[in-house]
């Protein structure tokens, strides 16, 4: 068993509406490892990161990808960080996995300024800037398919996913 799509991408890149449309399209389940995390941890993101810290939820969050890429069979979305863990790289590896281009302007207008979340709390704009320079070359090297979603509906984003992956 093994996801028929991986998406991955910045915080505002899209990744729970595009994963959303895609399953339903493909007519496949939808699962998103944040929502796996929560359900665990038995509280939102949020809380897990101010009560617990960043290190126990990336734990967290290992373990939810390392599940749900055993376990599911559909449309994936991971969180903006999940990448960041190498042995998480290493699963990805053989995957379809999408990177959901998004930039700066685009992510801090879907991702909001007054945002709740715990990694963008001070000075969202420029924390927004720093994580996706950092992460941008990891998304891009753990690629199968990448799609620019700016200024595009998600409907315009599933297309070329599916085009692209030969769904």
Known sequence: ????????????SGKTTVGRLLA???????????ADVEAVAGKPVSDIFVEDGEERFR???????????????????LGGGAILAEPTRELLAGHPVVYLEVGLSQAVSRVGLAS??????????????????ARRPI?????????????????????????????
């Open 139 to 167: 998304y891009e090297g753990l690629a199968t398919v990448r799609v620019a979603t700016d200024e595009r509906g998600a409907g315009e984003v599933v297309d070329e996913i599916v085009k692209g992956l030969g769904l």
């Open 116 to 133: 709740a979340r715990p990694l963008l709390v001070l000075n969202p704009r420029s924390q927004l800037k720093k994580l996706m320079d």
């Open 59 to 77: 734990e967290l969050e290992a373990q939810a990808v390392r599940l749900a890429l055993a376990e599911h069979d559909g449309v994936l979305a």
């Open 24 to 34: 339903e399209r493909l007519g496949l389940a939808f699962r998103d490892t944040d």
């Open 1 to 12: 068993m093994s996801p028929r799509a991986v998406l991955i991408g910045a915080p505002g």
